[in-house]
């Protein structure tokens, strides 16, 4: 019967290895000490400052031609155009972003740029005491060009509701 049990033990870690070696081995997600977080951190806000302003060109700016934007109560848009024509007419005056503080996640891609993970707040100014703010998950996708410049060129903003512990 000993044996069994210490046969079994041994299995259960055998099998147990193979996940904390991939966790030790897995990237952290980028701390607000490193240039490519501060890089993302300052994209995310410049993106949001002009959303929030409604500096069109500002915010045109920052996006890529082929822009995908993917929202789980609004469904797809695609392309530029569409999506700074959607912020126009139904952002603008309207509604305001905010980056859940502590929320940002920041992780690179190879070859390609960085992928910004985070929860995002919505609010509705004038209307703060009589409507919810909302919140949502969101997950973007940078590009770095060649020029150094970078774009935005995926966007998902899911689990819209109302914000958790306002």
Request: net charge neutral; with cysteine.
């Amino acid at each position: 019967m000993a044996k069994i049990g210490l046969r079994l033990l041994a299995f259960v870690l055998f099998l147990s290895l193979p996940s904390a070696i991939y966790a030790q081995s897995k990237p952290p997600a980028t701390s607000s000490e490193d240039a490519l977080f501060k890089t993302v951190s300052a994209l995310d806000h410049d993106l949001f400052d002009a959303y929030n302003r409604c500096d069109l060109k500002k915010f045109e700016s920052l996006l890529a031609a082929d822009l995908e934007f993917y929202h789980d109560l609004g469904g797809f848009s695609r392309g530029v155009k569409t999506v700074v024509d959607g912020v126009k007419n139904n952002i603008c005056g309207k509604v305001t972003r905010e980056l859940v503080p502590g929320t940002l996640e920041v992780y690179p891609i190879a070859n390609y740029g960085a992928v910004e993970i985070g929860v995002h707040r919505f609010h509705h100014p004038g209307h703060e005491d009589t409507e919810k703010v909302g919140e949502a998950k969101f997950f973007q996708l940078w590009h770095k060009e060649e020029n150094g410049g970078w774009k935005l060129t995926r966007v998902f903003s899911f689990d819209h509701g109302p914000a958790k512990g306002r």
